[in-house]
Antibody, heavy 115, light 107 residues
Framework: EVQLVQSGGGLVQPGGSLRLSCAAS????????MTWVRQAPGKGLEWVAS????????YYVDSVKGRFTISRDNADNSLYLQMNSLRAEDTAVYYC????????WGQGTLVTVSS | DIQMTQSPSSLSASVGDRVTITCRAS??????LGWYQQKPGKAPKRLIY???SLQSGVPSRFSGSGSGTEFTLTISSLQPEDFATYYC?????????FGQGTKLEIK
């Protein structure tokens, strides 16, 4: 069974940093693209970033370029999202998902950026 | 960037109704489109991939069609558990983009 278990959300001040983690199991992690998607309170889904199986290709939505970094550790079956220079508009539930077509999703983790 | 225009934004229907939701892409995306269902407080769930392929375990009353710029999700006979919000996602070229969502409510 495919499982994606997320951790690392919380409250952070504007300008601060946070690292989200996603532990994968039940599939061959190092053969799949992985993706982060977010959802601001009461809003729709927004694709944030994707990384290829080897970790060498990374794509980002414009609003997070230069601030967020997607990465993965294939030895540990883990996906990460390092978020720096956080803004109020980054407040959202963040989901990790398998593949660029998001076949399976993590449970989501809330990131709140507020002073 | 490819814009995905989803319609309607909300829809009221009854159990047993047939409903259709549409997504239009601002440029051709072949069949690189998925449909997702989200219930309040839950993670989304993929229903359809490659525009028309049914995700394993998803009831056959869900179907998808289309290619290029116009796509539809059809629910052939609404069940109580289908009342939710639905999104399309184009994954043809980055930045990948979701439609705005369709909230399906009980009439």
């Amino acid at each position: 069974e495919v499982q994606l278990v997320q951790s690392g959300g919380g409250l952070v001040q504007p300008g601060g940093s946070l690292r989200l983690s996603c532990a994968a199991s039940g599939f061959t992690f190092n053969t799949y693209w992985m993706t982060w998607v977010r959802q601001a309170p009461g809003k729709g889904l927004e694709w944030v970033a994707s990384v290829n199986p080897g970790g060498s290709e990374k794509y980002y939505v414009d609003s997070v370029k230069g601030r967020f970094t997607i990465s993965r550790d294939n030895a540990d079956n883990s996906l990460y999202l390092q978020m720096n220079s956080l803004r109020a508009e980054d407040t959202a539930v963040y989901y990790c998902a398998r593949g660029i077509s998001a076949s399976h999703w993590g449970q989501g983790t809330l990131v709140t950026v507020s002073s | 960037d490819i814009q995905m225009t989803q319609s309607p934004s909300s829809l009221s229907a009854s159990v047993g109704d047939r409903v259709t939701i549409t997504c239009r892409a601002s440029q051709g995306i072949r069949n690189d489109l998925g449909w997702y269902q989200q219930k309040p407080g839950k993670a989304p769930k993929r229903l359809i991939y490659a525009a028309s392929s049914l995700q394993s375990g998803v009831p056959s009353r869900f179907s998808g069609s289309g290619s290029g710029t116009e796509f539809t999700l059809t629910i052939s006979s609404l069940q109580p558990e289908d009342f939710a919000t639905y999104y399309c996602l184009q994954y043809n070229s980055d930045p990948y983009t979701f439609g705005q969502g369709t909230k399906l409510e009980i009439k």
